[in-house]
Antibody, heavy 126, light 107 residues
Framework: EVQLLESGGGLVQPGGSLRLSCAASGFTFSSYAMTWVRQAPGKGLEWVSAVSGSGDGTYYADSVKGRFTISRDNSKNTLYLQMNSLRAEDTAVYYC???????????????????WGQGTLVTVSS | DIQMTQSPSSLSASVGDRVTITCRASQSISSYLNWYQQKPGKAPKLLIY???SLQSGVPSKFSGSGSGTDFTLTISSLQPEDFATYYC?????????FGQGTKLEIK
């Protein structure tokens, strides 16, 4: 059974940092790209970042580029999101999700997010 | 970025009804369109991928169609557990983008 378990959320002041983790099990972690999607309170879904299965390709939404860093440790079956220079508008539930493909293609991908974690809440407030 | 627009934003229906939700892309995305269901306080769940392929384990009362810029999600014979928010999402290009969601409520 595929399981994704996020952790690391919490309350942080504007300008602060936080690192989210997503522990994966039930599938060959290194064989699949992974992604982070967030949802602000009462709002819709926003794709944040993705990483290829090998970790050598990383992709970001413009809203987080230069502030967030996605990475993965395939030996630990864990996905990370390092979030720096946090802003109030980063307040959201952050979900990690498994992609159905190994590579993350910028165009013509046809991929989908077939499994999601339960989410971890990040609150940026003073 | 490709903008995804869903209609309606909310929808009231009764148990047993058949409903259709529409998703329109700001440019052609071929068939690179996925649908997710989200219940309050829960993670999204994949229903349909590649516009019309049913995800494993998802009941056949969910169906998707369309290509290019216009897509539909149809749910037949609504049951209480189907009342949720539905999102479309394009996987044609990065950044991946979602529609704003359609909240399906019980009438």
């Amino acid at each position: 059974e595929v399981q994704l378990l996020e952790s690391g959320g919490g309350l942080v002041q504007p300008g602060g940092s936080l690192r989210l983790s997503c522990a994966a099990s039930g599938f060959t972690f290194s064989s699949y790209a992974m992604t982070w999607v967030r949802q602000a309170p009462g709002k819709g879904l926003e794709w944040v970042s993705a990483v290829s299965g090998s970790g050598d390709g990383t992709y970001y939404a413009d809203s987080v580029k230069g502030r967030f860093t996605i990475s993965r440790d395939n030996s630990k079956n864990t996905l990370y999101l390092q979030m720096n220079s946090l802003r109030a508008e980063d307040t959201a539930v952050y979900y990690c999700a498994k992609d159905n493909q190994h590579l993350w293609l910028v165009r013509f991908s046809g991929d989908h997010f077939d499994y999601w974690g339960q989410g971890t809440l990040v609150t940026v407030s003073s | 970025d490709i903008q995804m627009t869903q209609s309606p934003s909310s929808l009231s229906a009764s148990v047993g009804d058949r409903v259709t939700i529409t998703c329109r892309a700001s440019q052609s995305i071929s068939s690179y369109l996925n649908w997710y269901q989200q219940k309050p306080g829960k993670a999204p769940k994949l229903l349909i991928y590649a516009a019309s392929s049913l995800q494993s384990g998802v009941p056949s009362k969910f169906s998707g169609s369309g290509s290019g810029t216009d897509f539909t999600l149809t749910i037949s014979s609504l049951q209480p557990e189907d009342f949720a928010t539905y999102y479309c999402q394009q996987s044609y290009s990065t950044p991946r983008t979602f529609g704003q969601g359609t909240k399906l409520e019980i009438k």
